[in-house]
Structure formats: structure tokens, C-alpha cells
């Protein structure tokens, strides 16, 4: 090497003060909110976990999982979930949820049971829900896997969700019949309150 | 046979055989993703072949680890792997395997024959500057401090390694433009990432800086043409022979050096092998210069460096 040691080092150095303690900051400040697959570990130790190799994406069998591109930032290259074009069903028609299986980091970790998953929480725009405008409409409730626990209607036929048993897969919103999904998932690393 | 009928062109093995497999992988990559095969699954940074048998980049898991702590048994076992054959065979992934590697591989061949065409034409063609060496080190120790201290991959990121592994598997073309600038770059700075930036690089070149399998040089057949075209044709800009003129070592020791078998396909006389002849040892003790021994070298038993040491 034609660099001397300590210009080495002393560079190294520099760089790092300069440009770690910035990214730590952007990182922790607001992790890029985006709906991930399931098992997915926690905003910030999601993105230090993922090696971005895209097996997920691969292993999906309903292609509900997408790489983020540039438009990504820092998330880029780790998967996220679409849930108005390809929502995750869960791996219903499988033996495991095959994304979970196919990842070799450890960053979407087992859950026990499909009902454990925590992609995000669905919430209803009650300007928009057709049941909330008088119009009886019971698709999002048709659809839901978890039927009469996450999602619920109420007497007088509206939709309510609770937040202890939605998993935030986003069937849901892909199926709501209004132009723009009147029930939407809030992803679980989103900073505004979730549950 | 007439002296004026072209020679025929001497056929390029190394260089066939390293972008064929290079080439296989990427197309492996493809058909894993399009789920035309079954049993090839994965990306640049990550593969998974049968289902089971899992290859991980090893500077990927180091960079998670150090990120995220804890992790899954799996990635050791791909890294592992991974890391093992980089003990034995030295920086193989970047010169055979690497896709980045294969692309610019052919963006440097192509720019070297439009070099000599504006050559032959006698006009003044792009400007040739040399990459700085040794960025690599402090890069890669960037990199990993980086994952330490502020808990993100960045390399993983923003390595253009992968950014044409999504570009081309997953589609995600956003990262083939920044691709581009490179191909571009390198065609006045030649492989200037690999040469001067890859911390990948670096780092299996540190793995496999006692690697058995090198480049090995024929002490009775070096030193008959001096042509040095070894060394103008070396993608990592080693002074092949050099280690053999200065020292008497019969293999390249440079840790840049990939096995891509560059220099192999272009030497007249075949000096150069690919094989498991490790550092090797100095044929004497001396270090004279081989310089002056070009005709000794030619008789039988007779080494190059004691003919340059008495003085021919």
C-alpha cells in the first residue's frame, strides 16, 4: 500500500465522525415507513439485519414482495409489501410462511402462528367507507382472515378493526371497492401511534 | 507455411472459461427469480441452491453482524463456505464469479479495442489515467466501522454489485444508471472499481492473501521475450513478472490479483498456469536481476537468476 499508516487512519477516522453520526440520526429520526413482509424485526434493526438478497421476494409465491429501488433511500434493496396492488396473503395455501423461511439473516424472524404476524395495523377513513355513508358494503369484512376478531362489524353494519388481532397483511385495502382504499394499513414501523 | 498469411489468433481459454461462469451465474440468478429453475435461489449478496445449501458474501454477514448482532446460524454456514474457498483460492469471486465484475470486464476489452482503433487511425484518442491503488483497505474498514458505529450496511446498500443484481433478477432498474456513469468512468480510469474502490475486493484479497491457488510462473520458460504484455493486460495493474525478476519467486504474490488468467491468454510463451503452487520459494538466495540472462535462460537446468547473478 503506497498510503502511510497514519494517513490511513487518521482518513478512516474522519470519515466516520463525519458521516455515521449523521445516518445514525437520519435513521433513528424516522425510519422509512413502509409495510414489511412478515416476522419483519423493528424499523431501524430491520435495515441493519437485511443483507438485501431479495430470497423473500423470490420465495413469495403470490409476488406480494417488492425491492425497494433508489426511490428507497436507505431502505433500498429490502423488500417491502405493495398492499393496494399485491397485499400478503399470509401464505395461506402453504405450509409456512415461505418468505420467513427463505430469509439467511434472521431479519424476518419465525412467528408462532400465522395470527402473531405484525405487518401494521388497517385503518378505516369513515369520510370514505361506504358503510360509515350509509351504503351497506361488507367487502373488507368478506376478505379478512381473521374475521370477527381483527375486523368486526359493528350493529348498525359498519366496519370497526381491532388492533391487538389485525396482522396488517392489507387484504383489506387491496379489496375496498372505493377509488382510494378507504381502509388502510398503517405499517408497524410508521412513528405516528400504532395500536 | 507462408510468412504473410495472418497468424492464426491464439484462442483466449481463461478468458472464455471466466466469462462463461460468470455469465452462468447472472443467468442462474435470472431463471432462479423468474422460477423457470428450482434449485437455484437468490441475489448477488445471498444464494440458496437445492433448497439448502446456502452461499452468503461474507463482507454482507460481517456488516450484519456487526449492524444487528444477533442473526440467524444459516448466514455463518453460507459465509463460511464462502469465506473458506476465498482461504484456498484467493479472490476467485472477483475475476470468475462476480457479475459486476463480468460487466465491466467487457466495458474494459471494449474500450481497449476502441483505444486501438482511433490508434491505428492516428488521432489523439481519451485521455488514460491510472486508478490509485490501496483505497480498497480503508474503504473496507469504512465500511465496517460504519456498520459498528451507526448499525447500517451501507455497503449492502450502496454497492453497484448489487445494484446490478436488483437492476437485473428484481428489476429494479434505478441503480443500473449509476452502472452506467461507471462503465463510462472506467473507460478513462480502467477498472476503477474494482482496482481502487471495492471493499469486497479488499476484503477477499486479505482472505486469501495465503491462498495455495495462484497464478504460477515457469522459471524455465520466463524471462525468453520480456514483452510485458502480462502486466499491460492485467485488469488489477500487478506488475506480473515482478515478483519473479526481483525476487525469485516462482508465482505471483500480489494479493490484488484475481486468477482471472488475463495475463495466461496473452503471454507468447506460455509462462504462466493457474495452479496450487502457493507463495513458493526463492530459487536462490540472491536477488539479482533477470534481466541480463535472456540467453542463458534458454539452456536446459540452467536457472535465470544464478546465469544474471555471474554475468552473462
New interface residues.
Given amino acids: ?3 502511510s499508516r497514519r494517513k ?1 487512519l487518521g ?2 477516522g474522519l ?2 465522525g463525519g ?3 449523521f ?2 440520526s437520519l ?1 433513528s429520526g424516522s425510519g422509512p415507513v413502509a409495510l414489511r413482509p412478515p416476522g419483519a ?1 423493528e424499523g ?2 430491520f ?9 423473500c ?3 413469495c409465491p403470490y409476488d406480494s414482495l ?6 428507497g433511500g ?1 431502505a ?2 429490502t423488500p417491502h409489501v405493495e398492499a393496494r396492488k399485491v397485499p400478503c396473503y399470509l401464505c395461506t395455501n402453504e405450509d409456512e410462511l415461505k418468505c420467513i423461511g ?6 424476518l424472524e419465525p412467528v408462532e402462528d400465522r395470527s402473531k404476524v405484525r405487518m401494521g395495523t388497517a385503518v378505516i377513513n369513515h369520510k370514505t367507507c361506504f358503510a360509515f355513508n350509509g351504503v351497506t358494503c361488507r367487502v373488507c369484512w368478506r376478505v379478512c382472515p381473521f374475521q370477527g376478531t381483527a375486523l368486526v362489524y359493528d350493529k348498525r353494519m359498519r366496519p370497526t378493526i381491532d388492533p391487538k388481532a389485525c396482522v396488517g397483511c392489507g387484504i383489506c385495502e387491496e379489496a375496498c371497492i372505493t377509488e382510494k382504499s378507504s381502509i388502510v394499513v398503517r405499517p408497524a414501523n410508521s412513528n405516528e401511534g400504532v395500536g | 507455411m507462408n510468412a504473410k498469411s495472418p497468424k492464426r489468433k491464439h484462442l483466449k481459454i481463461h478468458t472464455i472459461l471466466r466469462r462463461t461462469t460468470a455469465f452462468l451465474f447472472l443467468v442462474l440468478l435470472v431463471l432462479g427469480a423468474l422460477d423457470w429453475i428450482s434449485w437455484f435461489r437468490g441475489g448477488t449478496t445471498g444464494t440458496r441452491i437445492f433448497g439448502i445449501v446456502p452461499f452468503t458474501d461474507p463482507l454482507a454477514s460481517l456488516e450484519v453482524l456487526l449492524a444487528g448482532g444477533v442473526t440467524k446460524p444459516l448466514i455463518w454456514i453460507g459465509a463460511g463456505l464462502l469465506v473458506l474457498l476465498a482461504l484456498l483460492l484467493g479472490p476467485v469471486f472477483c475475476g470468475w464469479i462476480c457479475p459486476l465484475g463480468f460487466v465491466l470486464d467487457l466495458n474494459e476489452t471494449l474500450s481497449r479495442k476502441v483505444r486501438h482503433r482511433i490508434h491505428l487511425k492516428g488521432r489523439k484518442g481519451l485521455p488514460l489515467l491510472e486508478p490509485p491503488d490501496g483505497l480498497r483497505f480503508p474503504l473496507l474498514l469504512f465500511v465496517l466501522s460504519f456498520s459498528l458505529f451507526a448499525g447500517f450496511p451501507l455497503f449492502q446498500t450502496f454497492s453497484p454489485i448489487n445494484f446490478l443484481g436488483w437492476g437485473i433478477v428484481f428489476g429494479v432498474w434505478g441503480g443500473l444508471l449509476v452502472l452506467l456513469i461507471l462503465c463510462i468512468l472506467e473507460w478513462v480510469l480502467p477498472r476503477f472499481w474494482c482496482r481502487s474502490l471495492c471493499p469486497l475486493g479488499g476484503f477477499y484479497s486479505l482472505l486469501g492473501k495465503a491462498a495455495p491457488f495462484r497464478i504460477c510462473i515457469s522459471k524455465s520458460r520466463a524471462g525468453k521475450t520480456l514483452c510485458g504484455l502480462c502486466t499491460t493486460h492485467c485488469p488489477m495493474g500487478i506488475q506480473v513478472m515482478e515478483n519473479f525478476t526481483t525476487k525469485g519467486f516462482g508465482s505471483i504474490a500480489d494479493s490484488r490479483c484475481t486468477r482471472c488468467g488475463a495475463c495466461i491468454d496473452v503471454c507468447p510463451k506460455t509462462v504462466l498456469t493457474l495452479g496450487f503452487c502457493g507463495k513458493g520459494k526463492p530459487l536462490t538466495q540472491e536477488l539479482g536481476p533477470a534481466l541480463p540472462c535472456r540467453e542463458s535462460s534458454f539452456k536446459k537446468n540452467e536457472s535465470c537468476l544464478s546465469g544474471g547473478a555471474h554475468g552473462t
Avoid at chain 1, 439485519?49 to 431479495?54: D, N, S, V
Fill in positions: 500500500m503506497n498510503i490511513f482518513g478512516c470519515l466516520l458521516s455515521s453520526g445516518i445514525s435513521l424485526r431501524k434493526e435495515l441493519a439485519t437485511c443483507i438485501r438478497c431479495g430470497q421476494v423470490e420465495a417488492k425491492l425497494f429501488g433508489l426511490g436507505l433500498m434493496g427463505a430469509c439467511p439473516s434472521g431479519a
